[in-house]
């Protein structure tokens, strides 16, 4: 069982409409949570950390976690064509023996159509 | 902030000779540093990690002896490609980490990565 999955996409959203990402994770104790997006050939980017239930915004991104549900989502406003990319959703269980080491989703591909 | 740099941005070598990679956290001290390694159309594969002034940790089935990793100071790790053969041809990127419990804690901030080519 995967760790940490995520659809792999690829997801086509229109411009200017709002693209819904989804992200799960199987340990429990993990207490930080992080979008990262990936351009082709280029290294990831953190775009969003969230550590608490509830939502958080910053811009045109939002990002959610239910930690009852073992859940994290982003959603991305008012996509733009500069959003396609590949989204990673990354867990960090910030214990002494693992500290700082992420698990990675495969990603989500996320294509914006003019 | 959290600026990670990486150098060379690409390198191309004859098979058998050695690379040296350099990760450099440019605006704050990393106590934690990662390797991974990307091939096209896959996902992130952590190599190894790596702390200041202890010997690397690394991930089941990456040879040690063969990716070498110094992590000297606090803001410099380098990862040496041993004997390179073209299967080692990939995309190498390091990240960086501080410890502690404040904004962006536990997050990993990624170099812009090295493409090594192995002719």
């Known amino acids: 069982q995967k760790e940490v999955e995520q659809n792999s996409g690829p997801l086509s959203v229109p411009e200017g409409a709002i693209a819904s990402l989804n992200c799960t994770y199987s340990d429990r104790g993990s207490q930080s949570f992080f979008w990262y997006r990936q351009y082709s050939g280029k290294s990831p980017e953190l775009i969003m950390s969230?550590?608490?239930?509830g939502d958080k915004e910053d811009g045109r991104f939002t990002a959610q976690l239910n930690k009852a549900s073992q859940y994290v989502s982003l959603l991305i406003r008012d996509s733009q064509p500069s959003d396609s990319a590949t989204y990673l959703c990354?867990?960090?269980?910030?214990?002494?023996?693992?500290?700082?080491?992420?698990?990675f989703g495969a990603g989500t591909q996320v294509v914006v159509t003019p | 902030g959290a600026v990670v740099s990486q150098h060379p941005s690409w390198v191309i070598c004859k098979s058998g000779t050695s690379v040296k990679i350099e990760c450099r956290s440019l605006?704050?001290?990393?106590?934690?540093m990662f390797w991974y390694r990307q091939f096209p159309k896959q996902s992130l594969m952590l190599m190894a990690t790596s702390n200041e002034g202890s010997k690397a940790t690394y991930e089941q089935g990456v040879e040690k002896d063969k990716f070498l990793i110094n992590h000297a100071s606090l803001t410099l790790s380098t990862l040496t490609v041993t004997s390179a053969h073209p299967e080692d041809s990939s995309f190498y990127i390091c990240s960086a980490t501080v410890r502690g419990r404040g904004r962006g804690a536990g997050a990993q901030f990624f170099g812009p990565g090295t493409r090594l080519t192995v002719l």
């Open positions: 990354a867990v960090n269980m910030m214990t002494t023996d693992s500290w700082g080491k992420l698990q």
């Open positions: 605006d704050f001290q990393a106590t934690t």
């Open positions: 969230i550590y608490s239930n």
